[in-house]
């Protein structure tokens, strides 16, 4: 449905804007990043990372891809500061998984989809995910958090890929 941006493409460093007004063109980007995350596959995605840049996220880690969270104008406050590390992907970043430690417990302000406040503590996978999402809102990548060596490396070998796609296309 919607294309995902890949590194190093720099729309990825823009920093989404705060949603204003959560109607039905919000709710249709919404129904459409679920899709697109569903389809990568993928368990979380940020609205940056479809060239959408405002503050809307979607994340779903239930075992049949049926318990969508949705949350709009997101902010994580640490609740606990134990570190936690975790090997990541991203779908901005494909094929390539490094481990990058997070704070462990989370608390979740956010908007739903109808516009009402709410907010949720989070650890383990969802903990790790809101954060990663976060990131992408503020233009940052779990590669920021990888030597420069290796960084360099991710971005030489998706610059080659997407020269090849390019020149088949
Ligand atoms: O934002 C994205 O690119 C989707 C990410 C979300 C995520 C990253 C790291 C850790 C947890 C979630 C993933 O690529 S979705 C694919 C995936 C699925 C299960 C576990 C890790 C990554
Ligand atoms: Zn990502």
């Known amino acids: 449905k919607l294309t995902i941006l890949e590194f ?3 729309r990825l460093r823009t920093e989404a804007k705060p949603v204003t007004n959560v109607d039905d063109e919000i709710r249709t980007i919404i129904d459409d990043m679920l899709e697109t995350m569903y389809e990568a596959p993928g368990i979380g995605l940020a609205a940056t990372q ?4 405002q503050q809307i996220v979607v ?4 075992e049949d891809k049926n318990e969508p969270l949705v949350f709009i ?3 994580v ?7 936690e590390t975790m090997q990541e992907g991203c779908l901005s970043v494909p094929g390539f ?3 990058v430690t997070r704070i462990a417990h989370v608390k ?6 109808q516009g009402k406040a709410f907010e949720m503590e989070a650890t383990g996978l969802l903990a790790v995910c809101i954060q990663h999402e976060l990131d992408h809102l503020n233009g940052k990548l779990f590669v920021d958090y990888l030597s ?6 991710i971005k030489s070998k998706l610059e080659k890929e997407h020269k090849r796609q390019a020149k088949r296309a």
């Open 73 to 75: 104008n997101p902010k």
């Open 77 to 83: 406050t640490v609740l606990n500061g134990d570190p």
């Open 108 to 113: 979740i302000e956010a908007v739903d989809r």
């Open 97 to 99: 998984y490094e481990d």
């Open 148 to 153: 420069p060596l290796k960084r360099n490396r």
């Open 8 to 10: 190093p493409d720099a």
């Open 50 to 53: 479809v060239n959408i840049h």
């Open 59 to 62: 994340i779903d880690i239930s």
